[in-house]
């Protein structure tokens, strides 16, 4: 059973910069892959980031392609997204999900077996 926490949201003005944190634990980390995704009020649930724990590989939505950054800690089976030069359209709750092997079509949600809770980012302008 895979297990994820995410952390790390809060409010901030356009322009400013939040880090989300995502925790993983119950399986091998370092054969996985894990995605950030977004969902504001009213609107489907949108893939941000993803990233290839064995091989660091990521990739963005266009949206955030030159403001957000994924890295990883291997050693505390951790993923991070750093959130720069944010608008209000970042507005959302941002959800970390978690899938064995390398996921192809990672923006589907359906793709993800395992997802956190949850953590509310807000940008104001």
């Known amino acids: 059973q895979v297990q994820l926490e995410e952390s790390g949201g809060g409010s901030v003005q356009a322009g400013g910069s939040l880090r989300l944190s995502c925790v993983a634990s119950g399986y091998t980390y370092s054969s996985i892959s894990m995605a950030w995704f977004r969902q504001a009020p009213g609107k489907e649930r949108e893939g941000v980031a993803f990233?290839?724990?064995?091989?660091?590989?990521?990739e963005y939505h266009a949206s955030v392609k030159s403001r957000f950054t994924l890295s990883q800690d291997t050693a505390k089976n951790t993923v991070y997204l750093q959130m720069n030069s944010l608008k209000p359209e970042d507005t959302a709750r941002y959800y970390c999900?978690?899938?064995?092997?390398?996921?192809?079509?990672?923006?589907?949600?359906?793709?993800?077996?395992?997802w956190g809770q949850g953590t509310q980012v807000t940008v104001s302008s």
């Open positions: 990233i290839y724990t064995s091989s660091g590989y990521t």
């Open positions: 999900a978690a899938g064995r092997w390398y996921i192809v079509g990672w923006s589907n949600p359906g793709s993800f077996p395992y």
